[in-house]
């Protein structure tokens, strides 16, 4: 039975997904991650949807040299990386891979310009958007535990599919006024 979400942890199905992805106008992206008793936070997990797949990189399986590739595509300015709120997102990026993901979509910033509410939080906006509640309940997994069970990864997957998702009509919308 497919999962609905596909699970990278070796280079060469990155590499693979990395060839996908460089064809792509855009990305949803977001991270899981731990922060709690950390100086810096600690990155477990990349999520990637491309509007076709949902991809969970399992950052814990590289070597940090391993993921320059990913840093490379999220630095290139030919794909727009869509986020919501990326601030923490953007701080791992920099911090493990030098570089930043640019240029950016951010949801959050989109429904604000749109009149949908300041700082509206990601399962508000999906629910307001497609109907859809958000199950949260996985919010505080210890991402860093191996191995991941399905459902968690499937929690992290939905992520990237309600961004890829919600991203064509508020681009849509902000281009209809002029921005």
């Not at 109907?131 to 505080?140: A, E, I, Q």
Request: charged letters at 20%; hydrophobic letters at 45%.
């Amino acid at each position: 039975m497919n999962p609905g979400y596909r699970l990278i942890t070796t280079p060469d199905a990155l590499a693979t997904c990395l060839d996908v992805w460089r064809q792509r106008p855009w990305l949803a992206l977001d991270t899981e991650f731990l922060r709690e008793d950390t100086y810096h936070p600690i990155l477990c997990l990349v999520q990637v949807g491309d509007g076709d797949t949902d991809t969970c990189i399992d950052t814990l399986a590289f070597a940090p040299d391993a993921l320059a590739p990913l840093w490379a595509l999220f630095a290139n300015p030919a794909i727009i990386k869509v986020f919501h709120a990326p601030s923490q997102d953007l701080e791992i990026f920099v911090r493990l891979g030098d570089t930043t993901a640019t240029p950016f979509f951010d949801t959050q910033i989109a429904a604000a310009m749109l009149g949908m509410g300041d700082q509206l939080g990601y399962a508000a906006l999906v629910e307001k958007m497609t109907g859809v509640k958000l199950d949260k309940s996985l919010t505080r997994t210890n991402w860093s535990r191996r191995p991941l069970t399905g459902p968690e990864l499937a929690y992290a997957a939905a992520d990237v599919r309600h961004l890829s998702d919600i991203h064509p009509t508020l681009r849509d919308a902000l281009a209809a006024k002029g921005w």
